[in-house]
T-cell receptor, first 112, second 112 residues
Framework: KQEVTQIPAALSVPEGENLVLNCSFTDSAIYNLQWFRQDPGKGLTSLLLIQSSQREQTSGRLNASLDKSSGRSTLYIAASQPGDSATYLCARLTGGGNKLTFGTGTQLKVEL | SQTIHQWPATLVQPVGSPLSLECTVEGTSNPNLYWYRQAAGRGLQLLFY??????ISSEVPQNLSASRPQDRQFILSSKKLLLSDSGFYLCAYQTGRDTEAFFGQGTRLTVV
């Protein structure tokens, strides 16, 4: 059974700090990995999709990497801002590319 | 451009009452459609997914059912709600297998 783990569960940092969120998964099936953010009471916003053939993707201050051999993905946030405060979720595509298996998320708080 | 609409945003229903949540996608044809539930303090659980009209796969046995009467419409239903059906329900779509997933804004269901 595919499992996705996110560490840490919660993180509080001062504004301007660079930070790394971790995501690990158990199987080696070659499928994509997607990062989302969720604001309280809201739906999920897609941040980055890393194709199985890629090692990383970048969007603005966000950079996500994928290491299939170690079963890990990291989301790097540069120069964090209070507006980055949210829960960050990673998800692996499984079931032949038709299902997302989610981690339990990292709740990030960026303080002034 | 593609958009996903989900309604209602919030719903309070008595135990034993029926349920119908609707999700529609615009701007793409034959999307993969999904219903997820997010219970308080827990991760996202895939309930149903559909790769085409009339094709519904159920991930977990439960008090709920799903239907896809039109290409871009996905409905989550129950004949009689239970207290345990309370949660945050999210609809999502992909334009195809192994592609980026996009989510609606969610429905907060409280069964009383």
């Amino acid at each position: 059974k595919q499992e996705v783990t996110q560490i840490p569960a919660a993180l509080s940092v001062p504004e301007g700090e660079n930070l790394v969120l971790n995501c690990s998964f158990t199987d080696s099936a070659i499928y994509n990995l997607q990062w989302f953010r969720q604001d309280p009471g809201k739906g999920l916003t897609s941040l980055l999709l890393i194709q199985s053939s890629q090692r990383e993707q970048t969007s603005g201050r966000l950079n996500a990497s994928l290491d299939k051999s170690s079963g890990r993905s990291t989301l790097y946030i540069a120069a964090s801002q209070p507006g980055d405060s949210a829960t960050y979720l990673c998800a692996r595509l499984t079931g032949g590319g038709n299902k997302l298996t989610f981690g339990t998320g990292t709740q990030l708080k960026v303080e002034l | 451009s593609q958009t996903i609409h989900q309604w209602p945003a919030t719903l309070v229903q008595p135990v034993g009452s029926p349920l119908s949540l609707e999700c529609t996608v615009e701007g793409t044809s034959n999307p993969n459609l999904y219903w997820y539930r997010q219970a308080a303090g827990r991760g996202l659980q895939l309930l149903f997914y559909s790769v085409g009209i009339g094709q519904i796969s159920s991930e977990v046995p439960q008090n709920l059912s799903a239907s896809r009467p039109q290409d871009r419409q996905f409905i989550l239903s129950s004949k009689k709600l239970l207290l345990s059906d309370s949660g945050f329900y999210l609809c999502a779509y992909q334009t195809g297998r192994d592609t980026e997933a996009f989510f609606g804004q969610g429905t907060r269901l409280t069964v009383v």
